[in-house]
């Protein structure tokens, strides 16, 4: 996203900072606790898969057998880093067709 945000933008803090912003709005959305809003938008906001590679470090300390949810559920930690790598690539894909439109002599 920050990629994305640098091709838009004359100045080189802008996208760091707009970047940390959106992040920011949508780990606090991500906390919501709305119904509709559970349903409908949080499944596909990109803050809520940034955590599934959490699940990898999820370990007893004395037996060594991962905790319940966490390897176990791989399934899941696949799919949010198919969503992210869909994200990053639509990002990429935007990034790359405005800068060959943009005009970068002037």
């Not at 640098?6 to 760091?16: E, T």
């Not at 596909?44 to 991962?66: D, I, Q, R, S």
């Amino acid at each position: 996203m920050a990629f994305m945000f640098s091709v838009f933008a004359d100045n080189s803090i802008g996208p760091i900072v707009g970047t940390v912003c959106v992040i920011i709005i949508f780990t606090i959305l991500m906390q919501m606790e709305i119904p509709f809003y559970e349903e409908s938008i949080k499944p596909y906001l990109f803050t809520t898969h940034m955590l599934g590679w959490k699940g990898f470090f999820y370990v007893k300390g004395n037996e060594g057998v991962t905790i319940n949810g966490s390897l176990s559920n791989f399934p899941a930690i696949m799919k949010s880093a198919l969503i992210l790598l869909c994200y990053a690539t639509v990002f990429l894909l935007i990034s790359i067709w405005y800068f060959r439109k943009k005009n970068i002599l002037s």
